[in-house]
């Protein structure tokens, strides 16, 4: 059906809810009513508490309308934060789009236990810094903290930009357009860094949300999946102060080849994080002090 044949009663959002819903369970997303209810509030503008409260309420046409594109686009499966323009990360709510990858549950972990090894760290660097997510969560949970993120996508720095102002963190996170660790000026405290890891070879596995629509630039490791890692691995030495810390997350299996590679970058004290599935996620080492 198309905003056009709509009835008034159509417009209410209890059935705004349950039509949605019929075209994301035809598309074959599982969370279909759950997606439904998502869409049809960021449709409207409103809370998800909108919906359990006034489900009679009517939309306008304009949100309407607003929905019946925003329904088409998940159903082509855009990724559902991209659909909305936002997402969750270390109980933030952070501007996304397909400049950037949606940052995952799993880099929460990355942040966390990069802030529990590096309590005194007074100068970050977040190598990849895509929407900012990490950059973001840094510099909130430390406001004594000076933060630098990188990225070779200059899109990816405009959203990142976007999220940083939104915090109000502009005089503590600088941004910088460069290849890995080369626009850092002087030895960082911390480097943390959530960069391409996925084995070319294993796209065409991939669900569609992330193979169709997210930035390959932000995914692609190369053959190994470890190009970008061993190559920020060899960096380390003379980017990181005495006694600092680098984290970096992986893909599942590649924590121990991660491991050596710091060890032979000269780093110490080297352990693995597991994520929230068990699965290895965060290497993590400390240069020599
Ligand atoms: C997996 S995403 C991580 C984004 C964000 N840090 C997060 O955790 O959600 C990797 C990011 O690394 C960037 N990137 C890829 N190659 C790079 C390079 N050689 N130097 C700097 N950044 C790079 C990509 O543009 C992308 O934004």
Redesign the pocket.
Known sequence: MSGRDLQPQDLRASAAVRRAARTLETAGLERARAEAELLVCGAAGRPLEWLLVHPEDMLSPEQAARLEDMVGRRARREPLPYVLGHAEFYSLDLFVGPA??V?RPE?EVLAEAALARAPEARFAV??????G??AVVLARERPEMMVLG????RE?LRLARRNIARYGLGRRVALAAG??LDPVGRRADLVVA???YIRTGDFPDLAPEVSRWE?R???DGGEDGLA?IRRLAGQLERHLSAGGIAALEVGAGQAEEVANLLRRAGLTEVEVVPDYAKIDRVVIGRKRG
Do not use: M, R
């Open positions: 950037a990858i940052p880099t977040d190598v990849g810094v895509g929407c997510a990490l990188i990225d070779v996508s990816a290849d890995l959530n960069l391409p930035p630039i932000a995914l970008l």
